[in-house]
């Protein structure tokens, strides 16, 4: 059977970059986020969405990410209203996603709040990607073209990296990209002799 390695790590810590190294090492990699923003465009989950928070963070009937970003953020009950609607149905593509990878030994399933949504308890071994507040905080800054501010309300949603460690079998601090190859690849070995 297909095990599932659970892959996260506060914003900013790099976990795509870690995601790219086993996918470039042929292991399927499923990236929540990415999907959930797929999954987002749907008509039946836009409805869903504008049912529970209007239709002022709609421009010309398309979803402005960024306004309903600037709600959930800023609080935390609407956070919990959003991913009520938005978990149940990642969880659902994720099953038809990883049905379609049974022949892998494993899968690494890539997801900022692994733990937050419960999502870890269905995984066989937990990473943890680790990096310096200030450098988090940085990497989001620019990926994002946002502000300090914004990035540090989303990392107080997050549970922080002592939670994430004591729960997790293998933590990569990704700081320097050749020790992190390095580390990434020390995993993928221990995965395969497992």
């Known amino acids: 059977m297909t095990k599932i390695i659970g892959l996260t790590g506060g914003i900013g810590s790099g976990k795509t970059t870690i995601a790219n190294h086993f996918m470039a090492a042929g292991v399927p990699v499923y990236i929540a986020d990415d999907e959930a923003r797929k999954i987002m465009q749907s008509a039946e989950i836009i409805e869903e969405i504008k049912q529970t ?69 269905n995984c066989d071994k937990i990473i943890t990607v680790t990096a310096p507040l200030e450098t988090r905080i940085q990497r989001v800054i620019q990926r994002d073209n946002t502000s300090r501010e914004n990035v540090l309300k989303r990392i107080k949603m997050q549970w922080n990296d002592n939670q994430r460690i004591v729960e997790s079998d293998f933590v990569v601090e990704n700081i320097d990209p050749k020790i992190t190859e390095i580390e990434v690849g020390k995993i993928l070995k221990i995965l395969k002799n497992s």
């Open 53 to 121: 928070f209007g239709t002022a963070i709609f421009e010309n009937g398309i979803l402005n990410r960024q306004k309903l970003a600037e709600i959930v953020f800023n609080n935390p009950e609407k956070l919990k209203l959003l991913n009520g609607i938005i978990h149940p149905a990642v969880k659902k593509h994720f099953a038809n996603w990883i049905s379609n990878h049974n022949k892998a030994p494993f899968i690494i399933y890539e997801a900022a709040i692994l733990f937050e949504s419960g999502s870890y308890k």
